[in-house]
C-alpha cells in the first residue's frame, strides 16, 4: 500500500489558499491548528485567520515538545471540538505531534512547514520522545503539503541549506540498500531508490541556485524534500533516504552537547560513507562547500575523538538496518578516511 500527500501548493504566498485548498480535499468545515509560540508568530496566526475567514471553525493548541503527551492533548482537542482535520505550523516538531496524533485519531492531517530543513515535513514517519530517546512511529503523510515560499525564505539560509545536506545523503543510502540487497537479500523498490538516488542529483545540478537567493533555494530544496518523502512514501520506509550517513548523524545527536542541524550532519557523514563505498565523495564534498554546508567535523563542533567514535558506534543503533558500517572497521581505518576525506 503507497500512501501520498494529495495535494502540495508550493507558491510565494500559498498560505492564502490553505482554506481553498482543504475544501478541494473535502478535509471537513472543523481544523484544529497545532503551533508553538514561535510558529503562531511565523506562519500559523496567518494560517488561523485564512482557515476562519474561508469558514472553517479553527481551534488553536500550543504545544513544546514532540512527546506522547503532546499527542494526547492533541487528540483531546480533537475530540472537544470534533475537529475533522489536523494543521501543523511549523518545523519537525509540531508536524509530528500533528502527524502522528491525527494518524491516531483516524484524521487527515495539512503540514505547513516554515523552514525547509529536512525531507520528514511530507514523510510518513513521525517521530516522538518516549522515555529518554525518540522513537520513530509509522503514521500517515499528510494529506495537504502548503510552502508558502515567503514565509519558507525568511527562515535563515542555515535551514534550507540543511534541507540541502539531507537530499545529498539520498546517495548514500540508496548505496547501503544496494549493498543490503547484495549481502543479505534485502528487497529493494527500484522506484523509490532512483527517485531517491535523482532528487540527490538534482541538489548536485541546482547547487549553484541553492547558493544564490533565498527564493531559489527554497524552491529547489522544497521540491526535493517532497520528492525524497515521496520516495520513502514509495518503499514504506526511511530506507531509501536514511543510511549509515543518518545513524552517524544520530550517534552525533546522543553525544553533542549542542548537535549541529540533522542535514548539515548527515551530509558531512555522506561524504565519509560515499568514501567507504569507493565512490565519488569528492562530488558530495564540493556540492555541500557550494552551497553553504559545513564539510569538517569542526564546522559542526565535533571534534575528532567524537566523529570517530560516532562512526565506531552507528551502526550499533540500528544493527537491523544493514550498511557500509555493519562491517567493523578499525579506529585506524576510520581516522585514515576523515583525514583523507579532509572531514578532520
Ligand atoms: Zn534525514
Request: hydrophobic residues 40%; charged residues 25%; glycine residues 8%.
Amino acid at each position: 500500500m503507497i500512501e501520498l500527500p494529495r495535494l502540495i501548493d508550493l507558491k510565494l504566498h500559498a498560505i492564502e489558499n490553505i482554506a481553498e485548498d482543504s475544501k478541494k480535499l473535502l478535509m471537513g468545515d472543523t481544523a484544529a491548528l497545532i503551533v508553538d509560540e514561535i510558529t503562531y508568530k511565523l506562519a500559523g496566526k496567518r494560517v488561523e485567520s485564512v482557515l476562519d475567514d474561508g469558514g472553517i471553525d479553527t481551534h488553536t493548541l500550543f504545544i513544546k515538545k514532540a512527546t506522547m503527551e503532546e499527542v494526547e492533548k492533541a487528540r483531546e482537542l480533537y475530540k472537544e471540538t470534533g475537529a475533522e482535520f489536523s494543521v501543523a505550523v511549523g518545523g519537525g516538531t509540531v508536524i509530528d505531534v500533528s502527524k502522528y496524533s491525527s494518524f491516531l485519531s483516524n484524521m487527515p492531517f495539512a503540514s505547513v512547514p516554515t523552514a525547509a530543513s529536512h525531507d520528514g515535513i511530507s514523510s510518513a514517519r513521525a517521530s516522538i520522545k518516549g522515555e529518554g530517546r525518540s522513537h520513530s512511529y509509522e503514521a500517515r503523510p499528510p494529506m495537504l503539503v502548503i510552502g508558502d515560499v515567503e514565509t519558507l525564505s525568511k527562515a535563515p539560509p542555515r535551514f534550507a541549506i540543511s534541507g540541502a545536506g539531507d537530499l545529498l545523503s539520498n546517495k548514500t543510502a540508496v548505496l547501503d540498500w544496494l549493498l543490503s540487497e547484495r549481502i543479505t537479500g534485502e528487497h529493494v523498490s527500484q522506484y523509490a531508490s532512483l527517485l531517491s538516488n535523482a532528487t540527490a542529483d538534482a541538489v548536485i545540478r541546482e547547487r549553484r541556485e541553492i547558493a544564490a537567493d533565498a527564493i531559489r533555494r527554497t524552491y529547489s530544496v522544497f521540491k526535493g524534500l517532497i520528492s525524497s518523502s515521496m520516495a520513502m512514501c514509495i518503499a514504506g520506509s526511511s530506507r531509501p533516504s536514511s543510511g549509515a550517513e543518518h545513524l552517524i548523524s544520530h550517534k552525533l545527536d546522543a553525544v553533542l552537547d549542542s548537535p549541529a542541524m540533522h542535514g548539515e550532519q548527515v551530509g558531512i557523514a555522506a561524504i565519509f560513507t560515499m568514501y567507504l563505498h569507493g565512490g565519488d565523495w569528492k562530488e558530495i564534498r564540493k556540492t555541500l562547500s557550494t552551497i553553504g554546508a559545513p564539510t569538517t567535523a569542526k564546522g559542526i563542533g565535533a571534534d575528532e575523538d567524537v566523529m570517530i567514535d560516532a562512526i565506531m558506534n552507528a551502526q550499533a543503533l540500528r544493527p537491523n538496518r544493514y550498511t557500509i558500517l555493519s562491517s567493523s572497521m578499525t579506529k585506524k581505518a576510520v581516522r585514515k578516511g576523515l583525514e583523507i576525506t579532509r572531514i578532520i
